[in-house]
């Protein structure tokens, strides 16, 4: 009850847990994002299906939490939305021009945004299929991410 005070109601509290919880997880996405070196991508890359899937074992209560409430409740993902995948496909567009350079590829804003996306789905799809399906295949998926990114013979 005390905690309540606090908060005009239940939605409230939980949208502040909400703040918090992706901030968290913004940051930590954050952390290896802009760890990523265009010499050591590939490694750096398997590293980070690693990374994640362990932090899917711990997160994974609350992940399926707010995902599930996300999809019935439109202020929780817009929070969302806000709070982690904004800004981690700014970071990761970023991150991408960055490596573009880098690797000599030209892309406009609208090439760049596609591929974005797509890097975007197949880490996270390849993150949780390897999930349920118990496998582990990290340097496979990030060899297809260097294909897809164009970055194929240069990272």
């Known amino acids: 009850p005390a905690l309540y005070r ?3 109601g239940k939605e409230a509290l939980f949208l502040a847990l909400v703040r918090v919880t992706a901030g968290h997880l913004r940051d930590n996405v954050f952390a290896l994002l802009d760890g990523i070196r265009p010499e050591t991508l590939r490694a750096q890359l398997a590293a980070a ?3 994640r899937r362990r932090a899917v074992s711990f997160f994974g209560p609350l992940l399926r939490t707010l995902l ?57 799809g390849s993150l949780a299929t390897s999930v349920v399906l118990g496998d582990q295949p990290d340097e496979a998926t990030a060899d297809a991410v260097v294909r897809l990114m164009d970055w194929d013979g240069r990272a």
Do not use: M, Q
């Open 49 to 51: 299906l690693a990374d």
């Open 6 to 8: 606090h908060f005009p």
């Open 68 to 124: 599930t409430t996300a999809a019935h409740n439109p202020a929780v993902l817009e929070e969302i939305r806000a709070y982690v995948v904004g800004p981690t496909l700014e970071r990761l567009s970023a991150k991408v021009e960055e490596l573009d350079t880098a690797y000599g590829v030209e892309s406009d804003a609208a090439s760049r945004e596609a591929r974005v996306r797509s890097f975007l789905s197949l880490f996270t």
